[in-house]
């Protein structure tokens, strides 16, 4: 499809913090897989109701496109602009103090892809289990059963976001 020379810009900028932001939303929220794939989802939704051809006989990669700028963007500018939006409202738009909570380390995991992540999975009272990527010196410094004291705070969108962590103070270190 023949595009404008703003489009392509564009689409790549949202396309990088879109993704970028996904992945910090997914490592610091509670429910953040959640909050990123019905961002996502919303944004293909407006996507497929603006990227309408005024003439439905048309292909819909042909090469000349009249449409005014919101219609002629590419099928996926508006999924990664709402991932971008989504993203910044959660990792800064924040509405409460932090609330400083104690977790225990209910399981210790690594996760071998392309890089190397080593997890601890925490549940804080009422507010679900989440895995926390942590360094690997934090990870062989504590065993399961350990406590952990999580800083939170709550967004605009209603979402809890681990902001920092650090271990309880009474607690022995695993050699």
Same mark, same amino acid.
């Given at each position: 499809m023949k595009t404008d020379k703003t489009s392509q810009p564009l689409w790549f900028t949202f396309l990088v913090l879109g993704i970028w932001y996904s992945f910090e939303t997914v490592d610091r929220t509670f429910y953040g897989l959640e909050l990123v794939i019905g961002a996502a989802l919303f944004g293909l939704v407006i996507d497929l109701a603006l990227h309408k051809k005024r003439n439905p006989s048309e292909l819909w990669d042909s090469f000349v496109d009249k449409r005014n700028f919101f219609r002629s963007q590419r099928r996926t500018t508006y999924m990664f602009f709402f /991932?971008?939006?989504?993203?910044?409202?959660? =990792?800064?738009?924040? *509405?409460?103090?932090?609330?400083?909570? +104690?977790?225990?380390? @209910?399981?210790?995991?690594?996760?071998?892809?392309? =890089?190397? =992540?080593? *997890? /601890?999975? *925490?549940?804080?009272?009422? /507010?679900? @289990?989440?895995?926390?990527?942590?360094?690997? +010196?934090?990870?062989?410094?504590? =065993?399961?059963?350990?406590?952990?004291?999580? +800083?939170?705070?709550?967004?605009?969108?209603?979402?809890?976001?681990? @902001?920092?962590?650090?271990?309880?103070?009474?607690?022995?270190?695993?050699?």
């Open positions: /991932l971008t939006i989504v993203g910044l409202l959660n =990792s800064y738009a924040f *509405i409460e103090e932090p609330k400083f909570l +104690e977790t225990e380390i @209910t399981e210790k995991r690594i996760s071998r892809s392309k =890089s190397t =992540s080593h *997890i /601890l999975i *925490i549940s804080p009272k009422n /507010l679900g @289990t989440h895995e926390l990527k942590v360094s690997k +010196e934090f990870w062989n410094s504590h =065993s399961v059963g350990n406590r952990l004291q999580i +800083e939170v705070r709550e967004n605009l969108l209603g979402f809890f976001v681990i @902001t920092d962590y650090k271990p309880t103070s009474n607690q022995p270190k695993r050699d």
